[in-house]
């Protein structure tokens, strides 16, 4: 079956250290992946595309890699801020490139 | 263009009463999207539409959930006769198609509870 996988516990990480979360998924071809955040109580706001021949994207404090043999994307937020704290969903194009498929998102707590 | 709109913000209802929600796309997005979204969980697709044609509806979604995009703009989500298992954030989202370097842009939501 398909599976998109995200860490289910909370990354707590001290201000100014680099937060790394991990996204895997199973039995699907992506022609792309996508990152969201989302804070308690709103919808998903989009961060960041990346194609699958694509090995790494950035913007500003972001960074996101796809490794499409290992089927994983790493999502980085460098010299993290408390204002980072939030969920981060990881997403990818599901059977004919029609919908998002999201995974279940991992929370990050930046401690000040 | 101010977002994605979604009402109401919340919505308690009884088991058994029917409950509609609204949805302003970007009007420029001509792909509109519902998810439902339960605590702890990512968003789940329900169904989307390509201008006015509903083009894929979750294998997931019952008889009692029905959708509507008339002339291709504001969509509607109608749930009839509710169960408790329908309390969940249900939320819109709009895209201009695919491949969009933009992503999704979602709505806040509308929270549904059913007592």
């Known amino acids: 079956s398909q599976k998109i996988e995200q860490n289910s516990e909370a990354l707590n990480i001290q201000e100014g250290k680099t937060a790394t979360l991990t996204c895997n998924y199973t039995?699907?071809?992506?022609?792309?992946l996508q990152w969201y955040r989302q804070d308690p109580g709103r919808g998903p706001v989009f961060l960041l595309l990346i194609r699958e021949n694509e090995k790494e994207k950035r913007k500003e404090r972001l960074k996101v890699t796809f490794d499409t043999t290992l089927k994983q994307s790493l999502f980085h937020i460098t010299a993290s801020q408390p204002a980072d704290s939030a969920t981060y969903l990881c997403a990818l194009d599901g059977e004919g490139n029609n919908r998002l498929a999201f995974g279940k998102g991992n929370q990050v707590v930046v401690i000040p | 263009d101010t977002g994605v709109s979604q009402n109401p913000r919340h919505k308690i209802t009884k088991r058994g009463q029917n409950v509609t929600f609204r949805c302003d796309p970007i009007?420029?997005?001509?792909?509109l999207y519902w998810y439902r979204q339960t605590l702890g969980q990512g968003p789940e697709f329900l169904t989307y539409?390509?201008?006015?044609?509903?083009?894929?509806k979750s294998r997931l979604l019952s008889d009692r959930f029905s959708a509507e995009r008339p002339k291709g703009s504001f969509s509607t989500l109608e749930i009839q006769r509710t169960e408790q298992g329908d309390s969940a954030m249900y939320l819109c989202?709009?895209?201009?198609?695919?491949?969009?370097?933009?992503?999704?842009?979602f709505g806040s939501g509308t929270r549904l509870t059913v007592v």
């Open positions: 539409f390509q201008n006015e044609a509903q083009l894929e």
């Open positions: 009007s420029e997005h001509n792909r």
């Open positions: 989202a709009s895209s201009p198609g695919t491949p969009t370097p933009r992503g999704y842009t």
């Open positions: 039995n699907y071809s992506p022609a792309y």
